[in-house]
């Protein structure tokens, strides 16, 4: 199966997921790395490093910032004259908008967020959730190219080759300039919840620590979002000892207690870590949708009836006020930090 | 302005999904207006507020889909349209968005077409993108604040390094994400006049094209593999022993 992989980054810094894609097509035989973008030699040399077997680089000004519009067209025009079978992508968000507006321009399809695929002659059957996870679809393109987004973290990431290298064929940039990017601000260096290996959450319980006492002035309101980040921090310690992201339900992100941008579940992120602890979570199904994947659960909540609790591998009936800087100090002690 | 939001019906989010005999069941869950949607038609209307013009809610679907564009009216849309025909039953994300492409230029004169970042049934996330891409304007995807000056919109958009800022001139399609801020509840008055609107359904010769072909398939539906898990709980006489404890049963399981 002729095989191309998109090689997403940001800024020229790529995303683990592109590794893990190269190695996923070298299942299928010999992988064609694409690399776009301004100065991003780098980010071709590291493609053979994983495992790309050549690469095709176009490199150009008119490339210097992610704009779907001009990736699209490039893509489009590579894919047109070299005929692939099969272009996987990282999903991210950058990946399943290229992919989307590729399929457009070359009348085929695409296979959202898989994770799991094999080979069925010159075609793939992918495997994906569907309703967050509620199920499973298996799904097959009846276009070629077949254009696949594969999950983060399903799959896994190839042994990097270092000095490993190959042949870079220079291909032409579309220039298609039809937004403008303006500026950026990025987070505050935080592990991306996407990318984590530890995920520790928070839920409503964040805010029933009966030992604190709000400052002076506040309303029922403010007193009790201010409970909230407290107990948050707790998280947060946690997560920073076991180098995680910190985590949190949509009850907790709807009252206030922590932003958007942390929220696990059917309508926030869904995440497939190797460790989570959910502190305070009841485990609503929208909540258990978004991380039941991960591969070891850990559960404290003060109601034993939790539902929760049937998804865990662990669990605490107690209240996670205490029980969460106790486990950090555990850690600490343990992991030598 | 004149704006258009699409809409898509799904189960609500609390239905216990299910495979059954390769079909979907969401059991007696209602079926609602897909909860990303609902900022887009926040985002709409607060775009109609500032600038003046008219929001028009348009969903592909059968006549059930109908309960969710009378949300859409209930929140405040001035209007609703109804893309429903027999062959477009089964159609993939690829057809979809020329469908509604077809919609947007048949309403006409549009400026700005507003989706939710993704559906909740289906989870691709690639509608909006690839509308944008057949009607070939602007795509400003995932924004969290929105700003329309003079025919230009500049976005802040939610990515996963942090925030983007965008700009495009107008016709575009925007994308909203949840970060936009909440959206508003029907008012009673929006409800009364929902119930009582009139939704025209366009039909494919309506807007003048043929069936689009559906190249992807899905043979298969399956429900997840059941955890088999039982749960371990933890005891002892104090946090610091229950945490001890627990912390040794974390790393034993090598996921550090």
Redesign the interface.
């Known amino acids: 199966m002729k095989t191309f992989v998109y090689i997403d980054h940001?800024k020229g810094e790529p995303?683990p997921a592109s590794w893990e894609a190269i190695g996923v097509g070298k299942t299928l035989g010999n992988v064609t790395a694409l690399v776009f973008g301004s100065g991003v030699e780098a980010v071709a040399n590291s493609a053979f490093e994983y495992g790309a077997d050549e690469v095709l680089l176009a490199d150009d000004t008119a490339l210097e910032d992610f704009r779907?519009?001009a990736y699209?067209s490039t893509l489009s025009a590579v894919a047109s004259s070299q005929t692939p079978d099969l272009i996987l992508f990282p999903t991210?968000?950058?990946g399943?908008?290229l992919?989307?507006?590729a399929?457009?321009?070359l009348?085929?399809?695409?296979?959202?967020?898989v994770i799991g695929l094999e080979a069925d002659g010159d075609k793939v059957v992918a495997t994906r959730?569907?309703?967050?996870?509620?199920?499973?679809?298996?799904?097959?393109?009846?276009?070629k190219p077949q254009l696949v987004t594969l999950r983060g973290r399903a799959f896994p990431k190839p042994e990097q080759n270092a000095g490993a290298s190959g042949t870079i064929t220079k291909v032409e940039a579309v220039a298609e300039a039809?937004?403008?990017?303006?500026?950026?601000?990025?987070?505050q260096g935080g592990v991306?919840l996407?990318d984590a290996?530890?995920i520790v959450s928070g839920g409503r319980g964040t805010s029933n620590n009966t030992a604190l006492t709000a400052p002076d002035g506040m309303d029922d309101k403010e007193a009790e979002i201010w409970k909230a980040q407290e107990g948050f921090k707790l998280v947060g310690e946690l997560a920073k000892v076991?180098g995680g992201a910190m985590g949190a339900s949509r009850a907790a992100v709807d009252a206030g207690y922590i932003?958007?941008?942390n929220?696990v579940g059917?309508?926030?992120k869904v995440v497939s870590p190797?460790?989570y602890i959910a502190n305070g979570i009841s485990g609503?199904?929208?909540h258990l949708a978004g991380m039941?994947?991960s591969?070891?659960?850990?559960?404290v909540n003060k109601d034993p009836d939790a539902p929760i609790?049937?998804?865990?591998?662990?669990?605490?009936?107690?209240?996670m006020h205490?029980?969460v800087?106790?486990?950090t100090?555990?850690?600490k002690k343990?992991?030598g930090k | 302005m004149k704006i258009v939001a699409c809409i898509k019906q799904v189960?609500d989010?609390?239905?216990?999904?299910?495979?059954e005999d390769g079909q979907?069941s969401w059991g007696d869950a209602p079926l609602v207006i897909n909860?990303?949607d609902e900022f887009a038609v926040e985002a709409a209307l607060q775009q109609k507020e500032a600038h003046g013009g008219e929001v028009i809610a348009v969903s592909m679907g059968d006549e059930n889909a109908k309960e969710a564009l009378k949300h859409a009216l209930a929140m405040g849309c001035d209007s609703a349209i109804l893309v429903s025909d027999a062959a477009l039953e089964e159609l993939?994300?690829?057809g979809t968005?020329r469908v509604l492409a077809a919609a947007v230029q048949k309403v006409g004169d549009v400026d700005a077409t507003f989706f939710g970042r993704q559906a909740?049934?289906?989870?691709?996330?690639?509608?909006p993108?690839?509308t944008?891409?057949?009607l070939g304007?602007?795509?400003?995807?995932?924004a969290a604040v929105i700003t329309v000056d003079g025919g230009k919109a500049?976005v802040e958009r939610?990515?996963?390094?942090?925030?983007?800022?965008?700009?495009?001139d107008l016709p575009a399609v925007f994308s909203v994400?949840?970060?936009f801020g909440e959206p508003r509840y029907p008012s009673f008055m929006g409800i009364r006049k929902a119930s009582r609107a009139e939704i025209p359904a366009w039909s494919l010769a309506d807007l003048g094209i043929e069936a689009p072909a559906?190249?992807?398939?899905?043979?298969?539906?399956?429900?997840?593999p059941s955890?088999e898990?039982t749960?371990?709980?933890?005891e002892g006489g104090s946090?610091?022993e229950?945490?001890?404890t627990?912390?040794?049963?974390?790393?034993g399981?090598k996921?550090?």
């Open positions: 940001f995303l779907v519009e699209a991210t968000t950058r399943r908008e992919a989307g507006m399929a457009i321009d009348n085929t399809g695409v296979l959202v967020d959730p569907i309703y967050a996870g509620k199920l499973l679809e298996k799904t097959i393109c009846n276009a039809r937004t403008e990017v303006v500026g950026y601000s990025t987070d991306s996407n290996g530890v076991l932003p958007y941008a929220q059917q309508t926030g190797d460790l609503a199904i929208q039941r994947t591969k070891v659960i850990v559960a609790f049937k998804v865990a591998r662990y669990g605490v009936v107690g209240d205490q029980i800087p106790a486990l100090e555990a850690f343990k992991l | 189960p989010s609390a239905a216990k999904v299910v495979a979907v909860p990303w993939d994300t690829q968005a909740i049934d289906g989870d691709a996330g690639i509608t993108a690839q944008a891409r057949v304007w602007p795509m400003l995807s995932l500049k939610s990515i996963e390094e942090g925030r983007q800022t965008v700009s495009a994400v949840k970060d559906s190249v992807i398939e899905w043979p298969e539906l399956m429900n997840p955890r898990v749960c371990e709980i933890i946090p610091e229950i945490a001890d627990l912390a040794d049963k974390i790393i399981e996921v550090l």
